[in-house]
């Protein structure tokens, strides 16, 4: 086979990679066109009519949670800094523990379409669900633009466009078929298109792994011992402390672990999810089949990270236009030369398509089926009309994380979604865990949980060296910044769920016992749940 040279410093071939691309960007967008043939109630466009099968939806929440920060930015930083960049991979899947032993099947009993059904079941619906509202478009925005970065990324290394404007332009064209596929297709198209992309994308990372274990004749310790010699850091790469060395780093790390470990069992798009299945064993086998297809995936990324730095060395990654989140392209260049580059950007761009998606979709719902049908409307709202507003909430969410992506662009998109997970983990986690667990909580502790959490998350944010004082920050130029670590978790986590328990304990008002005990056993049997 003859492989398309290169010109000098473009990796691959850029009309190659967009042939691959466009043809994948056909067949999801068919298989959007296909399922959109019923989105006329809230029913079919929020959760697809609840007629997936745990298997199917298992594979979808794959698709839907493997990230750009997943295959982009972890085999990244496990190329550059080793065993520490591994510990994304491990924080990514362990947190899956939490939701399926504690969130999956009550969310699945006592909701209907968002978290904020859960968490108003008991409680006062304006207040609650307009926070629930607030908290879901918020972490949706960080997740967004973290893939939105990861796509200017990619393409200022595989399309050779180098300028911000170019990159910005790419972008926005993300941004643009992201909401198409949402208008369009509703959860029932999105979930096929994260179910085609979880299988491309698992099919890839195995058979990737397979040629790089294969170069080094099946020998582990050959790959190592070559990842070692083209590593900056030696054979410290197999050990723990490259990146995590002083005493500020390893508080840093243990924020970044509560934030992964306890993020995902409160992200949006995932709880929302839980509906497209038609009963809370679905749900769990949901949970149990994603644990399955990530725990290969992740396997694999260690592999593929050290098969990075020892077949394209730390160096050469760091030196790419896209930094760490190159390491996935280059070492697909590696092996195979310019076809397995172009189908690898291609499961790239699918991976951030399909994800960013689902993160619209949830957003959109959230707005629309919260704010709009049960605030505005009462709970009477006309299922067209909040359908519209969906749609018109997925173009304006849409439009923000472009302009997001572009000023993100350049930022490693693991360490965004971090950030991400612990908005999650300190606005959503405390709130529902008291609320299916805690008879005794209440709608001020519902506010002050979730607007405490979601507060001091914002507020260590902007003042950390993730905003400014560093020459990784959003604004390198200037120093403001107050709190010295980059994950806020380790503060704002254990924040909510003390802010929830005092605004329990020191509110006048007394919870609903007979909702209460509704709620409790709905949340155990499923008895009473309606989907439509």
């Given at each position: 086979?003859?492989?398309l ?8 071939s850029?009309?190659?990679?967009l ?16 399922a959109?043939?019923r989105n ?10 609840s ?24 085999a ?18 362990v ?18 379409f968002?978290m ?12 609650v ?15 967004m ?5 990861g796509?200017g990324?990619?393409?200022a ?7 911000k404007a ?6 926005c ?11 369009v ?8 298109v ?7 994308l ?7 792994t ?14 190592l011992d ?12 197999l050990a723990?402390?490259?990146h995590?060395?002083?005493v500020?780093?390893?508080l840093d ?26 009963d809370?064993?679905q749900?769990?086998?949901?949970v149990?089949w ?6 290969v995936?992740?396997?694999a ?16 990654i760091?030196?790419?236009t896209?930094?760490?989140?190159s ?9 195979g ?13 699918a ?16 707005f ?11 709970g009477?709202a ?21 302009i997001?992506g572009?000023?993100?662009?350049g ?18 986690l ?22 405490g959490?979601?507060g ?11 905003v400014?004082?560093a ?10 910044h ?43 049997t ?7």
């Amino acid at each position: 086979m003859t492989v398309l040279a290169a010109p000098a410093g473009q990796l691959g071939s850029p009309p190659v990679n967009l042939a691959v691309f466009a043809v994948l960007l056909a067949v999801t967008l068919f298989a959007v066109y296909r399922a959109s043939n019923r989105n006329a109630t809230t029913a079919d466009y929020y959760a697809a009519d609840s007629a997936f099968s745990g298997r199917r939806n298992g594979i979808a929440l794959t698709g839907d949670y493997l990230s750009a920060a997943s295959f982009l930015g972890i085999a990244g930083a496990i190329a550059v800094h080793g065993y520490d960049g591994f510990l994304y991979s491990i924080g990514f899947l362990v947190a899956w523990l939490v939701a399926l032993l504690l969130v999956a099947e009550p969310v699945r009993n006592t909701g209907r379409f968002t978290m904020g059904d859960v968490l108003a079941y008991r409680m006062r619906q304006r207040p609650v669900r307009a926070a629930a509202a607030t908290s879901t478009l918020v972490i949706s925005f960080f997740y967004m633009v973290a893939q939105m970065a990861g796509a200017g990324g990619l393409v200022a290394l595989l399309l050779d466009v180098h300028g911000k404007a170019g990159q910005a332009l790419v972008i926005c064209v993300v941004g643009l078929v992201m909401i198409l596929y949402v208008l369009v297709g509703g959860m029932k198209g999105t979930t096929w298109v994260q179910v085609i992309k979880a299988t491309l994308l698992l099919v890839c990372v195995v058979l990737m792994t397979v040629f790089l274990l294969g170069k080094f004749g099946f020998s582990v310790s050959a790959l190592l011992d070559e990842a070692a010699n083209n590593n900056a850091n030696g054979h410290d790469v197999l050990a723990p402390g490259t990146h995590y060395q002083t005493v500020q780093s390893q508080l840093d790390f243990i924020s970044l672990s509560l934030a992964l470990v306890f993020g995902a069992a409160g992200l949006p798009h995932v709880l929302m999810r839980f509906y497209t299945v038609p009963d809370a064993r679905q749900a769990r086998r949901s949970v149990v089949w994603a644990i399955g297809c990530m725990s290969v995936f992740y396997l694999a990324t260690l592999v593929l990270g050290y098969g990075a730095s020892a077949l394209v060395g730390s160096d050469r990654i760091l030196a790419s236009t896209g930094g760490e989140n190159s390491a996935a392209p280059l070492l697909a260049f590696e092996i195979g030369g310019t076809l397995l580059l172009g189908i690898v950007a291609a499961i790239a761009f699918a991976t951030i398509l399909a994800v960013v998606a689902g993160l619209t979709l949830t957003a959109s719902a959230s707005f629309a089926h919260d704010v709009y049908a049960n605030i505005f409307r009462g709970g009477n709202a006309r299922p067209a009309a909040e359908i519209r507003v969906a749609r018109l909430t997925a173009v304006v969410v849409g439009a923000l994380a472009m302009i997001g992506g572009i000023l993100a662009n350049g930022l490693n998109v693991a360490f965004l979604v971090a950030l991400a997970f612990a908005f999650a983990a300190s606005a959503n986690l405390s709130t529902l865990l008291y609320s299916l667990f805690w008879k005794r909580f209440n709608t001020r502790g519902t506010l002050w949980g979730m607007y405490g959490g979601l507060g001091s998350c914002l507020l260590l944010v902007f003042f950390s060296p993730v905003v400014s004082g560093a020459p990784s920050s959003v604004f390198p130029g200037v120093d403001f910044h107050l709190y010295p670590l980059t994950n806020p978790g380790i503060v704002s986590i254990p924040f909510s769920f003390l802010a929830g328990y005092l605004g329990t304990v020191l509110s006048s008002e007394k919870a609903d016992p007979a909702r209460q005990k509704e709620m409790a056993v709905r949340a155990l049997t499923g008895i009473g749940t309606r989907t439509s």
